[in-house]
């Protein structure tokens, strides 16, 4: 019903937004990690999910076509319902789910509140065919992933990381917050990746 709406955030909440829009006041529900870049009075455009049951009408709402279409696939999943989905994309970033999907990592997704182990891995399940990780890390492929045998410093790096106990998803997070992670070698890289993992 609505593609998007464009207005003035009014209110910030942990898990909703409310933009004004010619003195109307739209609830949206969002990630928390979508409220968390939002300052009160900034003019968005946030792109909407209607969702009608027989006793509820609610908007879902994301700054990104991307999310929002993640979102949509996240629904689409038997046993996960649009508070599920915001759950998971309040654990996880859109790269971080993808990371997560296309790694087999369903720990990282049984993170998000109310979502537990069988339906993690039915996300990763359902979900694998449709994310490239290649639209996610620019430089970051496929074949750096942990699981993939490659001679690739990335995929050393990320290799070590897991085997000292972080998830794919945390071991990919902190290499790309590396500055030049190309140039280095597997120790510097892996010296310069822990400083990011929390």
Not at 12 to 17: A, H, L, N, S, W
Not at 192 to 198: D, E, F, W
């Amino acid at each position: 019903m609505f593609a998007y709406i464009k207005g003035k955030v009014e209110h910030i909440g942990i898990d909703y937004i409310v933009i004004e829009n010619n003195g109307i006041g739209f609830r949206i529900n969002t990630s928390t990690i979508v409220a968390s870049k939002l300052s009160l009075h900034q003019q968005v455009t946030i792109y909407t999910h209607l969702n009608v049951r027989e006793d509820d009408m609610s908007i879902f709402g994301f700054m990104t076509e991307d999310e929002l279409s993640v979102f949509r696939l996240l629904i689409s999943i038997s046993g996960i319902g649009p508070k599920g989905a915001l759950a998971i994309l309040s654990t996880l970033s859109i790269d971080e789910l993808r990371i997560a999907v296309l790694s087999d990592d369903h720990k990282a997704i049984a993170k998000a509140n109310g979502v537990g182990a069988k339906t993690a891995q039915r996300v990763v399940i359902e979900l694998k065919d449709k994310f490239k990780l290649n639209d996610v890390l620019g430089g970051v492929s496929k074949d750096d992933l942990p699981d993939y045998n490659t001679n690739d410093i990335i995929t050393e790096t990320a290799m070590a990381l897991t085997s000292l106990g972080y998830s794919n998803v945390e071991a990919l997070r902190a290499i790309k917050k590396v500055q030049g992670a190309d140039k280095m070698s597997v120790e510097e890289l892996l010296k310069a990746a822990l400083k990011y993992i929390i």
